[in-house]
């Protein structure tokens, strides 16, 4: 960062009326880039493949069938078709598109066992269910994690180059479920942990906080850094019985990581007030107390009201990427990257995306819980002679 700010403090006051070919136009509204790529779409299981005999989807599926009601893969390509073909119909200023790029085995290896990947890349081109979960294959599927992966990647080195102010990685398969040995909850490779790992083996990274507030525990991320105090790990989400059931909070890491994992389980539907206090009194301080040097985000967008978990409004969503950025600015030299997790409510997955980048653009979100407080003023001042007998 000192490079960076040195570098626009040369070019904003030295050099502002001769830029040099190629250099960035001097602005203070935050650059973020968003990291997407259609290698991405070719992940596509199809609900019809062979399921494991004695699992609890055939069941489910034979009971849905009775009813007539199809069955569907929820995680499909058209949740990114959604979120691209929503942000073109009115593109925010500030923010560009980048194309992604392929993980390579060794940035793979990183979190995840050879054997698992073997195991994996022995899959390309089939279709094929991989565990006792709910995650399958197609035959683009492989291709498909190792560029959601890689984009990952891409977006932090994005920030951390100083390209970006800030990024957003839409990415699919999802990541947070994938364990170091296997596949699960829609998730074969961990996208943000595979981004964390390579900012701290080859970016000069040295304390990496990651904020998970997908509605669903991110078991796969927590199991990844459970012993490593170099990351710190907060979860936000649906707490047990609900999927994947771990998340409690006296999970809190083992050996030289304990006390960097953070978990903060929620009830059914609790949504903006009780993320927003969880800032103010465990993500904040723990922030503070752990100053991290980058900051990453599984975003997924089903804690919101519309996929039927959580609670969450789009301005809640908005307030958190507001306190999110303060707190990069604050510690990581402003570095902050989102890497897409669930959402599958496709109107709320877009416009939760939408509701962040306006964030990171630059807008300022006003308080959740205040919509229409305003007008209820404005109507009780209009009514208030209604009701007194005068
Ligand atoms: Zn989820």
């Not at 502002?16 to 790529?37: L, M």
């Not at 992604?100 to 054997?115: D, F, M, N, P």
């Not at 296997?182 to 701290?200: E, Y």
């Not at 927003?276 to 723990?286: K, M, N, V």
Request: aromatic share 8%.
């Amino acid at each position: 960062m000192t490079t960076k700010v040195a570098a626009r403090r040369v070019s904003s006051h030295a050099h502002s009326h001769r830029p040099r070919h190629g250099a960035r136009p001097v602005t203070d509204s935050p650059r973020v880039t968003v990291f997407y790529d259609e290698r991405m779409l070719a992940h596509e299981p199809s609900a019809d493949a062979a399921f494991l005999p004695g699992r609890m989807d055939t069941r489910i599926r034979q009971l849905l069938s009775g009813l007539g009601v199809p069955w569907k893969y929820p995680e499909h390509p058209g949740r990114l078709t959604a979120i691209s073909q929503f942000l073109a119909l009115a593109p925010l200023q500030g923010v560009t598109f980048a194309t992604g790029k392929a993980a390579t085995a060794e940035q793979l290896g990183r979190v995840h066992t050879s054997s698992y990947l073997e195991q994996v890349y022995k899959l390309r081109g089939q279709y094929a269910w991989l565990d006792v979960d709910t995650t399958a294959v197609s035959p683009g599927s492989v291709d498909a994690a190792e560029v959601a992966a890689g984009t990952a990647i891409a977006a932090v080195e994005s920030v951390v180059a100083g390209a970006s102010d800030s990024t957003f990685a839409l990415v699919r398969p999802p990541g947070h479920h994938a364990e170091p040995v296997r596949a699960r909850g829609f998730c074969l490779f961990n996208n943000v942990a595979v981004a964390a790992a390579h900012a701290k083996a080859t970016l000069g990274c040295q304390r990496i906080m990651i904020l998970d507030w997908d509605a669903h525990h991110g078991n796969g991320t927590q199991d990844i850094f459970w012993a490593d105090p170099d990351v710190l790990f907060i979860d936000l989400h649906r707490g047990a019985p609900f999927y994947p059931g771990s998340g409690s909070l006296d999970e809190i890491g083992e050996g030289l990581g304990e006390g960097t994992t953070v978990n903060i389980p929620l009830p059914a539907d609790a949504g903006d007030a009780a993320y927003l206090l969880a800032f103010e009194r465990i993500i904040e301080p723990a922030a503070d107390w752990f100053k991290p040097d980058l900051i990453l985000v599984s975003a997924g967008f089903d804690p919101h009201a519309h996929d039927l978990a959580l609670n969450v409004s789009y301005r809640g969503f908005a307030s958190m990427t507001h306190r999110l950025k303060q707190l990069a600015t604050r510690h990581s030299q402003g570095r902050l990257v989102f890497v897409l997790e669930g959402g599958y409510n496709l109107i709320s997955l877009s416009h939760g995306v939408k509701a962040v980048l306006e964030v990171l653009a630059g807008a300022v979100p006003p308080p959740p819980g205040e919509c229409g407080i305003a007008e209820v003023e404005a109507a009780a001042a209009f009514h208030c002679r209604a009701f007194v007998d005068s």
